[in-house]
């Protein structure tokens, strides 16, 4: 109940069909009035989607919801710690404002974020990403979310990214 709440209080549509949950609602005649059901369109969703959704929500269940709130929480707390060892300054200051699952520090002084997400792709098959919009560039933003959220690969991620900024292909220019 309280998701629908949510759906129906958006101040902004999504742009994806497959994500619209207003528009799947519609589409199975679940919401529309009966008046306008002969005249909806029903649009065909991916079933690679369906089967992720499926998949995520079963292993959900397997674990436990609280015992994935956990991990993701441990993650993230451990993931903090050793940014702070590696010196790397937070995105956004205050940790009570931080999401669990997406972190972003500012790129060293003297570093390429662009650089370091290419040379740790290309090393290490690890896609992290080099900010977004007026901060492309500027930040390195890390998610570990899902199966990824564990702290072996926090480790594994972190122990890459420290190798690759003390890399000098990564300075900037």
Do not use: C
Not at 138 to 164: H, T
Request: hydrophobic share 40%.
């Amino acid at each position: 109940m309280a998701f629908r709440r949510k759906v129906r209080r958006r101040q902004t549509l999504p742009k994806i069909y497959q994500t619209d949950i207003t528009e799947q609602a519609h589409a199975w005649f679940i919401t529309m009035p009966v008046e306008q059901r002969s005249a909806a369109f029903i649009h065909s969703i991916s079933m690679s989607l369906l089967y992720s959704l499926r998949e995520g929500l079963a292993s959900v269940v397997e674990e436990g919801i609280e015992n994935v709130w956990h991990r993701h929480a441990d993650t993230h707390s451990y993931f903090q710690f050793r940014a702070r060892k590696l010196g790397l300054q937070p995105y956004v200051p205050n940790p009570e404002d931080r999401l669990i699952g997406t972190t972003i520090f500012w790129a060293p002084e003297g570093k390429d974020a662009v650089k370091i997400e290419q040379f740790m792709l290309e090393k290490f098959s690890i896609e992290i990403s080099a900010g977004l919009f007026v901060d492309m560039g500027k930040v390195i933003r890390v998610g570990l979310f899902g199966r990824n959220a564990n702290r072996a690969a926090a480790a594994e991620v972190m122990d890459a990214l420290e190798f690759s900024l003390n890399s000098t292909d990564t300075n900037s220019e």
